[in-house]
């Protein structure tokens, strides 16, 4: 079945600590990105990415960083920067290309807590 | 900028139709999409306009004009199940995807 793994569903962090969410997705689309959702509001992008080896900010990136080596996976990195992490994580993929089938496809999330 | 709006919450009534606006203002247009997303749980999609008019869906409809920036989506024949959150987006010329912040809809007996 194709779809998007994100890993882990749930993780809990300390305050100055690091962490990586993973993303991998087996739809062989284009486009990759990354949204923060915090808890009755909705999605804010934090990084997409349209090609391998190429990534671009959106609204919120302070604090994160990614990286696009393999077309199939994104991984998003939760620096100690960033000042409120908690929140839901979502990452989606999509075709580049516009028309019908160009929507975007979610993981089921990644919710991070900093204790 | 680019600011998409829509209602916070709504309520309606097991069986009844509701309808969900939405109005955007956005670097180019690509295509509106509405999701629906349960409490704690990822988007799905729903549907999609480029064009001007009315796309049916079973019970879910989607309205788009283009030239006054709105679009909204109609649920008929509510049932409890239809009890969550709808996020209207657009892709914009960037190939981004820019969300409102959501209507709650409450379904109720």
């Known amino acids: 079945d194709g779809g998007i793994t994100q890993s882990p569903k749930y993780l809990f962090r300390k305050e100055g600590q690091n962490v990586t969410l993973s993303c991998e997705q087996n739809?062989?689309?284009?486009?990759m990105y990354w949204y923060r959702q915090d808890p009755g509001q909705g999605l804010r992008l934090i990084y997409y990415?349209?090609?391998?080896?190429?990534?671009q900010k959106g609204d919120i990136a302070e604090g994160y960083s990614v990286s696009r080596e393999k077309k199939e996976s994104f991984p998003l990195t939760v620096t100690s920067a960033q000042k409120n992490p908690t929140a839901f994580y979502l990452c989606?993929?999509?075709?580049?290309?516009?028309?019908?089938?160009?929507?975007?496809?979610f993981g089921e999330g990644s919710r991070l807590t900093v204790l | 900028g680019q600011n998409i709006d829509q209602p916070t919450e709504m309520t309606a009534t097991e069986g009844a139709i509701v309808q969900i606006n939405c109005t955007y203002q956005?670097?180019?247009?690509?295509?509106l999409f509405w999701y629906q997303q349960h409490a704690g749980e990822a988007p799905t999609f729903l549907s999609y306009?480029?064009?001007?008019g009315l796309e049916e869906k079973g019970r879910f409809s989607s309205f788009l004009s283009r030239s006054k920036g709105y679009s909204y989506l109609l649920l008929k024949e509510l049932q409890m199940k239809d009890s969550a959150s709808y996020l209207c987006?657009?892709?914009?010329?960037?190939?981004?995807?820019?969300f409102g912040p959501g209507t709650r809809l409450s379904v109720l007996p």
């Open positions: 989606a993929s999509s075709t580049v290309g516009t028309g019908l089938g160009g929507e975007l496809f």
């Open positions: 739809l062989n689309h284009d486009a």
């Open positions: 990415s349209q090609i391998v080896n190429d990534f």
């Open positions: 956005t670097s180019g247009f690509n295509g």
């Open positions: 306009n480029v064009l001007d």
């Open positions: 987006a657009v892709r914009n010329y960037g190939q981004n995807f820019v």
